[in-house]
């Protein structure tokens, strides 16, 4: 399965371990990339079960990067995630 940098609109391909591609990963604040990193679980892109704190971190990044390039954030991943809490993989 290939898997793409979740910024809005960015079709890079990444690792599956990747939030992102380079130039947007380094877009997302600080503080939201370290939650991303503390949520992550190796093998979620696999299993398909985020948990509802990487969700709701990636949903933040998607968002900031998204404002600072002056598009609507796309957050549907996150959001049929979070809307579906028996999908999410808790830790």
């Known amino acids: 399965m290939s898997h793409t940098c979740h910024a809005t609109a960015c079709g ?37 079960r985020p948990s509802r704190a990487y969700c709701e971190a990636a949903r933040a990044a998607v968002i900031a990067v998204a404002t600072k390039e002056n598009r609507t954030p796309d957050t549907t991943l996150y959001d049929f995630f979070l809307s579906h809490p028996e999908l999410l993989g808790e830790r």
């Open 12 to 48: 890079v391909p990444i690792p599956p371990t990747m939030w992102g591609c380079k130039r947007h990963w380094f877009m997302v604040p600080i503080a939201i990339r370290n939650a991303i990193w503390k949520a992550y679980r190796p093998g979620q892109c696999d299993d398909k």
